[in-house]
Nanobody, 125 residues
Framework: QVQLVESGGGLVQAGGSLRLSCAASGRTFSSAAMAWFRQAPGKEREFVATINWRGDSTYYVDSVKGRFTISRDKAKNTVYLQMNSLKPEDTAVYYC??????????????????WGQGTQVTVSS
């Protein structure tokens, strides 16, 4: 089992920045590929970004490329999502997820085995 706890969400104006954190415990974090998804009201949960288990490869959905950065700190068992130049359309609940498959990148919700409870990000115009 892996327990994931997100933090760092909040209310920010358009153009601002936030950094989300996801603290992991339980099963070996260092061997998991990690990802961030988001879900806006009335919409499906969508993939945002993923980082491989080594931390040397990342992959993003086109809408956040150049604005968001995913990273991980194995010593702290934590994955981050730095979000810059935020837009109102980035408003959503953001979820951290982990998967242990050898295939990477994986961008479907069903590919991930473990999820956090989510953190709300609201971007005002």
């Amino acid at each position: 089992q892996v327990q994931l706890v997100e933090s760092g969400g909040g209310l920010v104006q358009a153009g601002g920045s936030l950094r989300l954190s996801c603290a992991a415990s339980g099963r070996t974090f260092s061997s998991a590929a990690m990802a961030w998804f988001r879900q806006a009201p009335g919409k499906e949960r969508e993939f945002v970004a993923t980082i491989n288990w080594r931390g040397d490869s990342t992959y993003y959905v086109d809408s956040v490329k150049g604005r968001f950065t995913i990273s991980r700190d194995k010593a702290k068992n934590t994955v981050y999502l730095q979000m810059n130049s935020l837009k109102p359309e980035d408003t959503a609940v953001y979820y951290c997820a982990a998967q242990y498959s050898s295939r990477w990148p994986r961008i479907l919700r069903v590919d991930y085995d473990y999820w956090g409870q989510g953190t709300q990000v609201t971007v005002s115009s």
